[in-house]
C-alpha cells in the first residue's frame, strides 16, 4: 500500500477515531490525582525538572542581554520616607502679632469641623478627670503632699514631652501653646505692609512670632497654586517673602542656634538634638527647609533655581537632623543636575558635593546610586546640543566617586564584569540585539565614566585589577566591529585606552588598531560632497550615505594621524621608540604611495618625516649608553629626558595637530549652518532684467518667457 496523499492525510488527522481519542486523552479537562504512594507520583515534578534544564542554556543569554547596565546601584534602593502626617504644615502663631489687612476671612464662621467635635468631647473627658481629682485630694490629705513634692518632676516631664521628636516623618513640628493664644494662620491674607513689619521685627529682636508668620508666608508662596491656605495679595508680597527668607534664614537660624563659624557642622547639630533650644528652633528650621524643597521641585526659571540652590547650599548642615529631608534633597539635586543646563546643573552638583563632604557617609552612598542611575538615564543619546553637558556629568560624577574611593571601587568593579561579560557573549553569538546594546552611547559612556574614574585615581591608589579588566573590554569592543561604518566607535575606544596608557604609564599597543582605519581611506573613488554637516564625536556608527564622500575619507586620515601623533608623543623619548615606530612608518609609506589626494598626502608626509627624525634622534641617544635592556632603572633614567627638553620637534608637532583639528572642527560646525542659511535666501534681482544668485552672480533675464503659440 502505498503513501496517503496529502488531503487523505489532513482527513485522517481530524476525523479518525484514534486521533479524538489521543487528542482527548492529551488536552483532558479534569486530571487524576496521583496517589501518595504511587513512585510515578513526582512526574510532574520531573517534567519541571527537565524544562528548567532545557532552558537553563538559554537563562543566561537572557539575563545577560536584559539586565540594565546600572543594576550594581538598584540592590540598596529604598522608597523615600515622605512625611505621612495629616498637618497642613503652617505653624501656630500667637494671637497678637495681627494680620495688617482691611478685609479679614471669614471662613471660620460655617461652623466646626469634625476634628473640632472631637476636641470638645476630650476636653469634657478632661475636665471629668480633673474634678474626681479634686476630691480625692480633699479626701486624702497625703496624696495631696505627694503631688506637691513631685510637682516639679512632673512639670518638666511635661514639657519634655511637649518637645520631643515627633519622627521624621512628620509635620506637626509646632511649638505648643495655651489654647487661647494660637491662631491659626490659615486663611489668611499676607500683605507687604505685615511682611515688612515682621521683617523689621526679626532683624531687630529675632521674634519667634514674627519668625513663625514668615515660615508661614514663605511656604505660601513656595506652594502657591497649589494648595488653599494663606493668601498672598501681590507679587511684590510673594517677592518680598521669598527674597527674605532664602537671603536671612540661615543667618536667622544661626543666631537662634549660638552657632559660630567654627561650630558650623553637621556634628554641631547632632548634639543640639536633645537641648530645649534645638527642640524651639527644630519647627522653623524643617518648615523653612521643607518649602525651600518644594519650590525647588515647581520652578523652571534658570535664574531662581540657581540662586534657591545657592541659598540652600549654606543650609546644608541642617539636613542632618531630618533624615527623609536628607532623601528628598539628594533626589532633587540629583534630578536638577542630570536634567538642568548650565549655572543650573553646576549648582545643583555642589549641593551634591557638599551632601557628600558635610553629611554622614550613607548620605554618600545614596547620593552616588541616585546620580549614577540618572547619569545612565540621560546617556543614551548623544549629539552636538548635549554633548558637552554628557562630558560635564562625567567628570562630576567621577569627582562623586573620588571622595570615597574605596567604595566606588568596588561598584566599578562590579559594573565592568558585567560590561565584560555582555562583550564576552557578544564576540560568541554575535546576536544583533547584543550588538546593538554593545555599539550604543550608554554601553560607551559606561565604559568612559570609569576610564575618567582610573585616570584620575591610578596615582593614588591601587585600581590595577579594575585598569586591566577594562583594557580587555575596550579592546574587545574594538574587534568586535570591523568596517568603515564603525570607525568612529574605535576611535574613541583608542582615545579611551591612550587616557589610559598616559594617566597609568603603562604601554598599551594602539598602533595596529589606527592604521587599520586607513584601508578604508584608500578604497574606492571618493565623492567631492563636501557639504555634509559632519561631526565624528557625536557618532558611532557612520551613514552609508556618507561612506564614500570626501570629508568621511579626509576625516578618516586626519583622525588617524592625530591618534598616531598622541601615542608616539606620549613614548618619544623611551628606549624603545625606533622598535615601535618601524611598523608603524612601514604602513604609513605603502599608504603615502597609494594615496592620490594631494591634501592628504601633505600631513601624512609630514607625520613620516617628524617619526623618522625622533626616531634618528633615539637611536643616536641609544647607541651612547652601556646599559643593558634588563636594567629597569637605567631605563626610566633614559625617559627622563623628555623633561629635560619640554621645546622637542615631536611635541611641538603634536601640538599643531590637536590645534588644527580643534579649529577643523570648530569651522565645520560653524559652516554647516551658514550652508543652511545661504540655501534659504532668496534670489536677487539686479535690474530690470536680471536675477541674481545670493553671491552676485547673473542667473538669466526676469522678464524672458517662451513665446505663446498661435491659434490656426
Given at each position: 500500500?502505498?503513501k496517503?496523499g496529502?488531503k487523505a492525510r489532513?482527513?485522517?488527522?481530524?476525523?479518525?477515531q484514534?486521533?479524538?481519542k489521543?487528542?482527548r486523552?492529551?488536552?483532558?479537562?479534569?486530571?487524576?490525582?496521583?496517589?501518595?504512594?504511587?513512585?510515578?507520583?513526582?512526574?510532574g515534578?520531573?517534567?519541571?525538572?527537565?524544562?528548567?534544564l532545557?532552558?537553563e542554556?538559554?537563562?543566561?543569554d537572557?539575563a545577560?542581554?536584559d539586565?540594565?547596565?546600572?543594576?550594581?546601584f538598584?540592590?540598596?534602593?529604598?522608597?523615600?520616607?515622605?512625611?505621612?502626617?495629616?498637618?497642613?504644615?503652617?505653624?501656630?502663631?500667637?494671637?497678637s502679632?495681627v494680620?495688617?489687612?482691611?478685609?479679614?476671612?471669614?471662613?471660620?464662621?460655617?461652623?466646626?469641623?469634625?476634628?473640632?467635635g472631637?476636641?470638645?468631647?476630650?476636653?469634657l473627658?478632661?475636665?471629668?478627670q480633673?474634678?474626681?481629682?479634686d476630691?480625692?485630694?480633699?479626701?486624702?490629705?497625703?496624696?495631696?503632699?505627694?503631688?506637691?513634692?513631685?510637682?516639679?518632676?512632673?512639670?518638666q516631664?511635661?514639657?519634655?514631652e511637649s518637645?520631643?521628636?515627633?519622627?521624621e516623618?512628620?509635620?506637626d513640628?509646632?511649638?505648643?501653646?495655651?489654647?487661647?493664644?494660637?491662631?491659626s494662620?490659615k486663611?489668611?491674607v499676607?500683605t507687604?505692609s505685615?511682611i515688612?513689619?515682621?521683617?523689621?521685627?526679626?532683624l531687630?529682636e529675632?521674634?519667634?512670632?514674627?519668625?513663625r508668620?514668615?515660615?508661614n508666608?514663605?511656604?505660601?508662596?513656595?506652594?502657591?497654586?497649589f494648595?488653599?491656605?494663606q493668601?498672598?495679595?501681590?507679587?511684590?508680597?510673594?517677592?518680598?517673602v521669598?527674597?527674605?527668607?532664602?537671603?536671612?534664614?540661615?543667618?536667622?537660624?544661626q543666631?537662634l542656634?549660638?552657632?559660630?563659624?567654627?561650630?558650623?557642622?553637621s556634628?554641631?547639630?547632632?548634639k543640639?538634638?536633645?537641648?530645649s533650644?534645638?527642640k524651639?528652633?527644630?519647627?522653623l528650621?524643617k518648615?523653612?527647609?521643607?518649602?525651600?524643597?518644594?519650590?525647588?521641585?515647581?520652578?523652571?526659571d534658570?535664574?531662581?533655581?540657581?540662586f534657591t540652590?545657592?541659598?540652600?547650599?549654606?543650609?546644608i548642615?541642617?539636613?542632618?537632623?531630618?533624615?527623609s529631608?536628607?532623601?528628598?534633597?539628594?533626589?532633587?539635586?540629583v534630578?536638577?543636575?542630570?536634567?538642568?543646563?548650565?549655572s543650573v546643573?553646576?549648582?545643583s552638583?555642589?549641593?551634591?558635593?557638599n551632601i557628600?563632604?558635610?553629611?554622614?557617609?550613607?548620605?554618600?552612598?545614596t547620593c552616588?546610586r541616585s546620580s549614577?542611575k540618572?547619569?545612565m538615564?540621560?546617556?543614551?543619546?548623544v549629539?552636538s546640543?548635549n554633548?558637552?553637558?554628557?562630558?560635564?556629568?562625567v567628570?562630576?560624577?567621577?569627582?562623586?566617586c573620588?571622595?570615597?574611593?574605596?567604595?566606588?571601587?568596588?561598584?566599578a568593579?562590579?559594573?565592568?564584569?558585567?560590561?565584560?561579560?555582555?562583550?564576552?557573549?557578544g564576540?560568541?553569538?554575535k546576536?544583533?540585539?547584543?550588538?546593538?546594546?554593545?555599539?550604543?552611547?550608554q554601553?560607551?559612556?559606561?565604559?568612559?565614566?570609569w576610564?575618567?574614574?582610573?585616570?584620575?585615581?591610578?596615582?593614588?591608589h591601587d585600581l590595577?585589577t579594575?585598569?586591566?579588566?577594562?583594557?580587555?573590554?575596550i579592546?574587545g569592543?574594538?574587534h568586535l566591529?570591523?568596517?568603515?561604518?564603525?570607525?568612529p566607535?574605535r576611535?574613541?575606544?583608542v582615545?579611551?585606552?591612550s587616557?589610559?596608557s598616559?594617566?597609568?604609564g603603562?604601554?598599551?599597543?594602539?598602533t595596529s588598531?589606527?592604521?587599520?582605519?586607513?584601508?578604508?581611506?584608500?578604497s574606492?573613488?571618493?565623492?567631492?560632497?563636501?557639504?555634509?554637516?559632519?561631526?565624528?564625536?557625536?557618532l558611532?556608527k557612520?551613514?552609508?550615505?556618507?561612506?564614500?564622500?570626501q570629508?568621511?575619507?579626509?576625516?578618516?586620515v586626519?583622525?588617524v594621524?592625530?591618534?598616531?601623533s598622541?601615542?608616539?608623543?606620549?613614548?618619544?623619548?623611551?628606549?624603545s621608540?625606533?622598535?615601535?615606530a618601524?611598523i608603524s612608518?612601514?604602513?604609513?609609506?605603502?599608504?603615502?604611495?597609494?594615496?592620490t589626494?594631494?591634501?592628504?598626502?601633505?600631513?601624512?608626509?609630514?607625520?613620516?618625516?617628524?617619526?623618522q627624525?625622533?626616531?634618528?634622534?633615539?637611536?643616536?641617544?641609544?647607541e651612547?649608553?652601556?646599559?643593558s635592556?634588563?636594567?629597569?632603572?637605567?631605563?626610566?633614567?633614559?625617559?627622563?629626558l623628555?623633561?629635560?627638553?619640554?621645546?622637542?620637534?615631536?611635541?611641538?608637532?603634536?601640538a599643531?595637530?590637536?590645534?588644527?583639528s580643534?579649529?577643523?572642527?570648530?569651522?565645520?560646525n560653524?559652516?554647516?549652518?551658514?550652508?543652511?542659511?545661504?540655501?534659504?535666501?532668496?534670489?536677487?534681482?539686479?535690474?530690470?532684467?536680471?536675477v541674481?544668485?545670493?553671491?552676485?552672480?547673473?542667473?538669466?533675464?526676469?522678464?524672458?518667457r517662451k513665446p505663446?503659440?498661435q491659434?490656426t
Amino acid at each position: 500500500m502505498g503513501k496517503l496523499g496529502k488531503k487523505a492525510r489532513k482527513f485522517a488527522k481530524k476525523n479518525l477515531q484514534s486521533v479524538d481519542k489521543r487528542q482527548r486523552k492529551l488536552h483532558a479537562p479534569f486530571r487524576k490525582k496521583t496517589p501518595r504512594g504511587d513512585k510515578g507520583g513526582n512526574t510532574g515534578t520531573q517534567a519541571v525538572v527537565k524544562t528548567v534544564l532545557r532552558s537553563e542554556s538559554n537563562f543566561e543569554d537572557v539575563a545577560i542581554g536584559d539586565t540594565s547596565l546600572d543594576f550594581i546601584f538598584n540592590e540598596d534602593d529604598s522608597d523615600l520616607k515622605e512625611d505621612d502626617s495629616g498637618s497642613d504644615g503652617y505653624l501656630s502663631e500667637d494671637s497678637s502679632y495681627v494680620y495688617n489687612d482691611d478685609s479679614e476671612n471669614d471662613s471660620d464662621e460655617n461652623g466646626g469641623t469634625p476634628l473640632l467635635g472631637q476636641n470638645n468631647d476630650i476636653h469634657l473627658e478632661l475636665a471629668k478627670q480633673k474634678r474626681k481629682l479634686d476630691r480625692l485630694k480633699e479626701k486624702d490629705p497625703n496624696f495631696l503632699k505627694f503631688l506637691e513634692n513631685h510637682d516639679k518632676d512632673i512639670e518638666q516631664y511635661r514639657n519634655e514631652e511637649s518637645y520631643s521628636n515627633e519622627g521624621e516623618g512628620s509635620d506637626d513640628d509646632m511649638v505648643t501653646f495655651k489654647v487661647g493664644d494660637v491662631k491659626s494662620a490659615k486663611g489668611k491674607v499676607v500683605t507687604s505692609s505685615t511682611i515688612d513689619s515682621w521683617c523689621k521685627l526679626v532683624l531687630a529682636e529675632e521674634n519667634l512670632s514674627a519668625i513663625r508668620g514668615l515660615l508661614n508666608a514663605y511656604r505660601t508662596a513656595c506652594h502657591y497654586g497649589f494648595e488653599d491656605g494663606q493668601k498672598i495679595k501681590t507679587s511684590e508680597t510673594f517677592y518680598m517673602v521669598v527674597s527674605f527668607m532664602l537671603r536671612k534664614a540661615n543667618g536667622i537660624f544661626q543666631r537662634l542656634l549660638d552657632l559660630s563659624t567654627s561650630t558650623y557642622k553637621s556634628a554641631t547639630i547632632l548634639k543640639l538634638k536633645n537641648t530645649s533650644r534645638w527642640k524651639t528652633v527644630k519647627p522653623l528650621i524643617k518648615s523653612y527647609l521643607r518649602s525651600t524643597l518644594f519650590l525647588l521641585n515647581q520652578v523652571t526659571d534658570c535664574e531662581i533655581l540657581v540662586f534657591t540652590l545657592t541659598q540652600l547650599g549654606d543650609a546644608i548642615i541642617y539636613f542632618a537632623a531630618f533624615q527623609s529631608l536628607e532623601k528628598r534633597l539628594i533626589e532633587v539635586a540629583v534630578h536638577l543636575w542630570a536634567t538642568g543646563r548650565g549655572s543650573v546643573s553646576s549648582s545643583s552638583f555642589l549641593i551634591m558635593r557638599n551632601i557628600c563632604l558635610l553629611l554622614h557617609p550613607e548620605c554618600l552612598r545614596t547620593c552616588l546610586r541616585s546620580s549614577f542611575k540618572a547619569f545612565m538615564v540621560h546617556n543614551k543619546f548623544v549629539d552636538s546640543g548635549n554633548l558637552k553637558h554628557i562630558q560635564f556629568l562625567v567628570k562630576s560624577l567621577v569627582e562623586l566617586c573620588s571622595i570615597d574611593v574605596s567604595t566606588s571601587f568596588s561598584k566599578a568593579l562590579v559594573s565592568v564584569q558585567q560590561l565584560a561579560k555582555i562583550m564576552q557573549h557578544g564576540l560568541k553569538t554575535k546576536k544583533k540585539e547584543l550588538l546593538k546594546k554593545i555599539s550604543s552611547w550608554q554601553y560607551m559612556n559606561c565604559i568612559g565614566l570609569w576610564v575618567e574614574f582610573i585616570s584620575m585615581n591610578i596615582k593614588d591608589h591601587d585600581l590595577q585589577t579594575l585598569l586591566y579588566l577594562i583594557i580587555q573590554v575596550i579592546n574587545g569592543v574594538a574587534h568586535l566591529f570591523p568596517g568603515s561604518r564603525y570607525f568612529p566607535l574605535r576611535r574613541k575606544c583608542v582615545q579611551m585606552l591612550s587616557q589610559l596608557s598616559n594617566s597609568s604609564g603603562i604601554f598599551i599597543p594602539i598602533t595596529s588598531l589606527v592604521l587599520d582605519s586607513l584601508e578604508y581611506a584608500g578604497s574606492g573613488k571618493p565623492d567631492a560632497r563636501s557639504e555634509i554637516a559632519f561631526d565624528i564625536s557625536v557618532l558611532l556608527k557612520v551613514p552609508k550615505q556618507w561612506l564614500k564622500s570626501q570629508v568621511f575619507h579626509e576625516e578618516i586620515v586626519l583622525s588617524v594621524i592625530e591618534l598616531l601623533s598622541a601615542h608616539f608623543s606620549q613614548w618619544s623619548y623611551h628606549i624603545s621608540f625606533p622598535d615601535l615606530a618601524t611598523i608603524s612608518l612601514i604602513r604609513l609609506r605603502i599608504f603615502h604611495e597609494k594615496i592620490t589626494s594631494e591634501s592628504l598626502r601633505r600631513p601624512v608626509k609630514r607625520l613620516i618625516d617628524q617619526v623618522q627624525q625622533n626616531t634618528e634622534f633615539v637611536q643616536k641617544k641609544r647607541e651612547e649608553v652601556a646599559f643593558s635592556l634588563n636594567d629597569q632603572n637605567s631605563v626610566e633614567s633614559f625617559f627622563q629626558l623628555k623633561t629635560s627638553s619640554k621645546s622637542d620637534p615631536f611635541t611641538q608637532y603634536y601640538a599643531s595637530v590637536i590645534e588644527k583639528s580643534q579649529s577643523r572642527h570648530v569651522e565645520r560646525n560653524i559652516s554647516a549652518p551658514e550652508r543652511k542659511k545661504s540655501r534659504k535666501q532668496p534670489r536677487k534681482v539686479c535690474d530690470a532684467g536680471t536675477v541674481s544668485d545670493s553671491n552676485g552672480a547673473r542667473v538669466g533675464r526676469s522678464d524672458e518667457r517662451k513665446p505663446k503659440k498661435q491659434k490656426t
